[in-house]
């Protein structure tokens, strides 16, 4: 009987385009891949976002908490529609994010996170999710919304996106859209990376997903040892 109402509660699937691996060089010379993983990846990265949940600073915590929820309600199969990438360097894993298409049109930003503070990881793969948004999904915008001002410094302000009436599913502040327009506007000076991967690079990265220890990530986030936060 289970079974059978779990047909019932797992949303279908549209068919999705895979997004191609890329590898940026950083302003450090370290070699950023940024890969698409699928759900069995979900569980070491619910183990790097745990720490985040300790940090107040730039709304980590809530920016945490969310994908943590987001990240294993698609593993449960409880989200329709959704894609994480996720940035490593010498298989460290360095950022998340993740997405969701809310209809073949129109996609849906959820979250960013930056682990690794200060090489603008995050912006890069904000802008490879849009990339993948518009470029390989095929869709004619993107919904967005911020939790924190760095996040509306680096999406709305540095995108020029247009202000949109409604909500976004997230709720919070006013959604903003990124059109393609937009996006092809934007992509010469946002979009960077270059393909394919080196294949050593990319065996490292598929490998495993390093994570930091949690003094570490901690550390990474606020630029100060843990014992500032005790």
């Given at each position: 009987?289970?079974?059978?109402?779990?047909?019932?509660?797992?949303?279908?699937?549209?068919?999705?385009?895979?997004?191609?691996?890329?590898?940026?060089?950083?302003?450090?010379?370290?070699?950023?891949?940024?890969?698409?993983?699928?759900?069995d990846?979900?569980?070491?990265?619910?183990e790097?976002?745990?720490?985040?949940?300790?940090?107040?600073?730039?709304?980590?915590?809530?920016?945490?908490?969310?994908?943590?929820?987001?990240?294993?309600?698609?593993?449960?199969y409880?989200?329709?529609?959704?894609?994480?990438?996720?940035?490593?360097?010498?298989?460290?894993?360095?950022?998340?994010?993740?997405?969701?298409m809310?209809?073949?049109?129109?996609?849906?930003?959820?979250?960013t996170?930056?682990?690794?503070?200060?090489?603008?990881?995050g912006?890069?793969?904000?802008?490879?999710?849009?990339?993948?948004?518009?470029?390989?999904?095929?869709?004619?915008?993107?919904?967005?919304?911020?939790?924190?001002?760095i996040?509306?410094?680096?999406?709305?302000?540095?995108?020029g996106?247009?202000?949109?009436?409604?909500?976004?599913?997230?709720?919070?502040?006013?959604?903003?859209?990124?059109?393609r327009?937009?996006?092809?506007?934007?992509?010469?000076r946002?979009?960077?990376?270059?393909?394919?991967?080196p294949p050593?690079?990319?065996?490292?990265?598929?490998?495993?997903?390093?994570?930091?220890?949690?003094?570490d990530?901690?550390?990474?986030?606020?630029?100060?040892?843990r014992?500032?936060?005790?």
């Amino acid at each position: 009987m289970d079974m059978e109402l779990e047909g019932y509660l797992r949303p279908p699937e549209y068919p999705m385009a895979p997004y191609p691996a890329k590898v940026i060089t950083l302003s450090t010379s370290a070699k950023l891949v940024i890969r698409q993983v699928d759900r069995d990846d979900v569980p070491i990265l619910l183990e790097a976002i745990k720490p985040t949940l300790q940090v107040a600073r730039d709304y980590y915590d809530i920016v945490g908490v969310r994908l943590y929820a987001e990240l294993l309600g698609w593993s449960r199969y409880r989200v329709r529609d959704e894609f994480c990438l996720v940035g490593q360097i010498d298989g460290l894993l360095v950022g998340i994010v993740n997405s969701r298409m809310y209809s073949p049109e129109i996609g849906i930003s959820l979250h960013t996170l930056a682990i690794e503070r200060g090489l603008r990881i995050g912006a890069h793969l904000f802008a490879s999710k849009m990339e993948h948004h518009i470029e390989y999904l095929d869709q004619e915008e993107v919904l967005i919304t911020a939790e924190s001002p760095i996040g509306f410094r680096r999406w709305m302000i540095e995108y020029g996106l247009e202000e949109r009436d409604g909500q976004h599913e997230l709720g919070g502040a006013t959604p903003y859209a990124l059109t393609r327009d937009l996006y092809f506007a934007a992509k010469h000076r946002l979009v960077a990376g270059e393909r394919p991967v080196p294949p050593e690079l990319m065996a490292v990265a598929e490998k495993e997903i390093i994570i930091a220890t949690e003094d570490d990530i901690l550390e990474k986030i606020l630029g100060a040892k843990r014992r500032i936060l005790q």
